[in-house]
C-alpha cells in the first residue's frame, strides 16, 4: 500500500501517551544476590510507586516485598536530597529499604518471609538511603538526612542496628561521621575492617569537588583511624568500590576525565600496629584515557562498574558520545570492550561470571539485560509496546559551529513513518529538546518520548551543549558562569544549522525542556528569534527565587553556573527569563506539579501571569499532586497531549491525538 500524503506534523501514529503509561515502566537500582537479580520498577498506573522486583535464577519474576501492616504495599524511595536513588540493599537474601511513604527503614528476609517486614528505624522527620550492609557487626549503613531542624537538613552516616531494636528507639541510630554538608557512598571492605565515603561542601555539587575518605571500622561500627585519599580543588570522587582482595577501586576527574583508580595497602599484616595500613597506601590509575567511568552523582548509589573477577571489573563507560560495557584489568589496566549489542545506562553489577545491566539501543527501549558466557538476553524490557522497527527513527551523531567559534553535539532524529510521506516542498518541524542538570547528558537509546514525534512528522535534535557531561572536564566547565548564554546558543546554534542544512522549516521551531532544560527553554525564548514556540516543564523563571527557595542540595548550584554567590548581583536578573518577557514573541506553553520541592510552583505561576499582562502567548496547567518529574499515568498520557495539542494551535495545523490547551492572548 502506498504512503499517504499528508503534512509534517499531522502524521497518524500508533505511538500515543498510553504507549508511555500502560505497558511501560521506569527501572532502577539493578543489583545481583547470588544468583537472584533485583531492581526497581517504577509504574505510572499506580500513582508512580516503586516496586522492588526479584527475579531468581530458575526465571520466576515477582514482587518481593509483603504488605507494610498489612494495609498498603510499600513504595521503595528515598527522598534524600530530593533526587532519591539508592533505596534498598541486598545481602545473602536480607533486603534493607526506604518506604517513600512513612520514610521508614524496613527489612525483610526472603528467606524467612513469615516474619514479615520488620521496622528499623521509627517514624520521624529523617530520610536515609544508601545503603549498605556490616553483616559482621549487625549493621546497615546509610546515609540521613534529618528535617526536623529549623534551617537546612543535616547529613550525616549513620549505622542502623539490622535486630529491629532502633524501631522503637531512635538513639540507637549510631552517628557514625558528621561535620560535612554532604555524605554518601558508604562501602565496606570485604574483611569488615575498613569503610570507605565519600563528601563535600557548600558551595560545591558532588561532581565539583568531593573528597574521598577511608576510616578502621571499631568492634560497634564507629569510626577509629581515617585518612582522606582524595581532596583538591576542582577534583571530584565517583564510586569507591572493594576488589576482594581489599583493594579500594574509585573514579576521580583529576585528568579532567573520570578515570579509574585502584588503592593498595589497606589489609592488615600481623604484630604490626593497628594504623600501620595509613603508612603505606598506593594510589595508582587503572586505565587512562579520553573516557568517562562514571557520571554525576544525581542520585544516590551510582553502579557504573563492579567486580567480575579477581583481576578485572566489569565497566561502562562514555567515548566520542557513544556508551560501551567490557572489562578493565585490575594487574595491568587493559581494557577489553565486549559486544553485546546494547549500550549500558550506568547501572551495571555482576556476580559468579554474570553481568546484568541497565541498557539501550539505538532500536531497543531501557531494559535489564544480562550477559552470561558471552550470550546477552532480556531479562526485563521497560515497554511492552511494540514499535515497528520501519518506524524508529535512528539517532544521527551530530557536531555543529558555535556562534562563538568552538563546537557544540548533539543527536539528531529525522521524521519517519512508512504510513506517510509529506507533500512535496515541504519540511517538517524541528522540536530542540533540552536535557535538565544542566549538569547531565542525552543519550542515543531508543526512547519512546522521541518517536511520539519523530512518527508524526517532527524532526527532534536533542542537544548535549557546552555544560553537558560525558565529554571530559573542560567541555562540562565551559558552562561556569555562562548558564544562560553557551547553553542558549549552542541550541540556537543547532536550529540554525538544521536550517541552513535544508532539513526542518524555519517557521515551525520550537524549543522545550524540562526543569534546568526548561530554564534554558526559557531563556532561549527571551534573547534569541530562532524558535517560533517554546515548552518548558517545571523550568526555572527566576534564578534569584530559585536560590532562595530551592533544596539544600542545590541550593548554591546556581552560584557557579551563574558565576556569582550574590543573588543580588545584577546578573541573577539579567539572566532570568521572568524579567525579559518584553523580549519573548513565540507562544510558551508551561507544564509543572503542584508540589515541586525543587522547582517551586511560584516560578511558572510568575512566568505566566507576567506573560498574560503583557499580552504575550502562554498556557499554564499544573498537575495536582505531581512534584518535580511527573509520575502518575493520567499526568503523563495528558502532558503529552497538551503539548502536541499546543503546537497544532500555533502552528496551525491538526496533530493526531493532541489535547485542547488553552492559549491566553493567541
Not at 511513604?101 to 514479615?116: A, M, Q, S
Not at 532544560?517 to 534564578?543: E, I
Request: aromatic content about 10%.
Amino acid at each position: 500500500m502506498s504512503p499517504a500524503v499528508a503534512p509534517y506534523g499531522g502524521w497518524k501514529s500508533p505511538i500515543t501517551g498510553e504507549s508511555f503509561t500502560a505497558r511501560s515502566v521506569s527501572l532502577s537500582q539493578v543489583r545481583v544476590d547470588g544468583p537472584d537479580t533485583y531492581w526497581v520498577e517504577g509504574h505510572p498506573k499506580e500513582a508512580g510507586r516503586n516496586v522492588l522486583l526479584r527475579r531468581t535464577s530458575l526465571g520466576q519474576t515477582s514482587e518481593v516485598l509483603p504488605m507494610i501492616d498489612g494495609v498498603r504495599l510499600p513504595d521503595v524511595r528515598t527522598r534524600v536530597h530530593e533526587y532519591g536513588g539508592r533505596a534498598y540493599a541486598v545481602r545473602d537474601g536480607v533486603i534493607v529499604f526506604s518506604d517513600g511513604f512513612d520514610g521508614r527503614v524496613y527489612r525483610y528476609d526472603v528467606r524467612t518471609p513469615t516474619r514479615g517486614l520488620i521496622p528499623l528505624t521509627p517514624l520521624s522527620k529523617v530520610r536515609y538511603g544508601d545503603f549498605e550492609f556490616d553483616e559482621a557487626r549487625g549493621l546497615v549503613y546509610a546515609v540521613a538526612e534529618d528535617h526536623s531542624g529549623s534551617g537546612e537538613p543535616v547529613n550525616t552516616l549513620v549505622a542502623i542496628p539490622l535486630d529491629g531494636l532502633a524501631g522503637r528507639d531512635a538513639s540507637l541510630v549510631q552517628t557514625v561521621f558528621s561535620g560535612t554538608d554532604f555524605v554518601e557512598s558508604p562501602s565496606v571492605s570485604p574483611d569488615g575492617t575498613k569503610i570507605a565515603w565519600l563528601t563535600w561542601n557548600h558551595p560545591e555539587m558532588p561532581w565539583t569537588r568531593s573528597a574521598l575518605h577511608v576510616a578502621a571500622l571499631g568492634f560497634a561500627g564507629e569510626l577509629r583511624t581515617s585518612v582522606t585519599l582524595v581532596d583538591r580543588p576542582d577534583v571530584c570522587v565517583y564510586e569507591p568500590r572493594w576488589t576482594p582482595d581489599g583493594d579500594l577501586i574509585h573514579v576521580d576527574d583529576s585528568t579532567g576525565w573520570a578515570n579509574l583508580y585502584r588503592t593498595e595497602g589497606f589489609v592488615w599484616r600481623d604484630g604490626e600496629e593497628a594504623d600501620a595500613w595509613t603508612t603505606r597506601l598506593r594510589t595508582r590509575p587503572l586505565h587512562p584515557g579520553r573516557q568517562a567511568f562514571s557520571h554525576p552523582h544525581w542520585q544516590l548509589g551510582l553502579h557504573s562498574y563492579d567486580v567480575f573477577d579477581n583481576n578485572r571489573l566489569i565497566c561502562s563507560w562514555a567515548e566520542d558520545m557513544t556508551w560501551h560495557i567490557g572489562t578493565v584489568q585490575l594487574d595491568n589496566g587493559l581494557e577489553e570492550e565486549w559486544s553485546a549489542g546494547w549500550w549500558p545506562i550506568g547501572n551495571v553489577a555482576s556476580e559468579d561470571g554474570r553481568v546484568v545491566l541497565l541498557a539501550d539501543s539505538a532500536t531497543h527501549a531501557p531494559a535489564i539485560v544480562e550477559i552470561r558466557d558471552g550470550v546477552t538476553h532480556v531479562i526485563r524490557p521497560s515497554t511492552e509496546a511494540e514499535i515497528d522497527p520501519g518506524m524508529v527513527s535512528c539517532a544521527q551523531i551530530l557536531s555543529w559551529p558555535t556562534s562563538d567559534g568552538e563546537q557544540a553535539h548533539g543527536f539528531y532524529y529525522p521524521p519517519v513513518n512508512p504510513g506517510f510521506v509529506a507533500p512535496e516542498g515541504t519540511l517538517p518541524p524541528l522540536i530542540v529538546n533540552v536535557h535538565g542538570g544542566p549538569t547531565s547528558s542525552a543519550r542515543p537509546g531508543l526512547s519512546i518520548a522521541r518517536q511520539y514525534w519523530t512518527s508524526r512528522g517532527f524532526a527532534v535534535l536533542d542537544v548535549n551543549y557546552r555544560g553537558s557531561t560525558g565529554a571530559g572536564r573542560e567541555y562540562r566547565e565551559r558552562l561556569t558562569g555562562n548558564w544562560g548564554i553557551m547553553d542558549v546558543a549552542d541550541c540556537a546554534d543547532g536550529a540554525r544549522y538544521l536550517i541552513r542544512q535544508g532539513l526542518v522549516d524555519p517557521s515551525r521551531v520550537a524549543v522545550r525542556g524540562a526543569s534546568a532544560g526548561g530554564f534554558t527553554a526559557l531563556a532561549a525564548l527571551a534573547s534569541t528569534d530562532v524558535f517560533t514556540a517554546g515548552t518548558s516543564l517545571y523550568g526555572v523563571s527566576d534564578l534569584g527565587a530559585l536560590a532562595r527557595d530551592t533544596h539544600k542540595f542545590e541550593s548554591r548550584y546556581a552560584f557557579r553556573l551563574v558565576g556569582s554567590s550574590d543573588p543580588s548581583d545584577p546578573v541573577w536578573r539579567e539572566r532570568s527569563p521572568l524579567f525579559h518577557i518584553d523580549k519573548i514573541a513565540a507562544p510558551l506553553l508551561l507544564l509543572q506539579g503542584s508540589e515541586d520541592a525543587v522547582v517551586p510552583p511560584a516560578q511558572a505561576r510568575s512566568m505566566h501571569d507576567a506573560l498574560v499582562a503583557a499580552g504575550r502567548r502562554t498556557a499554564l496547567v499544573v498537575f495536582d499532586g505531581e512534584g518535580h518529574g511527573f509520575r502518575r499515568a493520567e499526568t503523563i498520557r495528558q502532558a503529552w497531549a497538551v503539548e502536541l495539542g499546543f503546537y497544532g494551535e500555533v502552528w496551525g495545523f491538526g496533530p493526531d491525538g493532541g489535547a485542547e490547551v488553552e492559549v491566553a492572548n493567541l
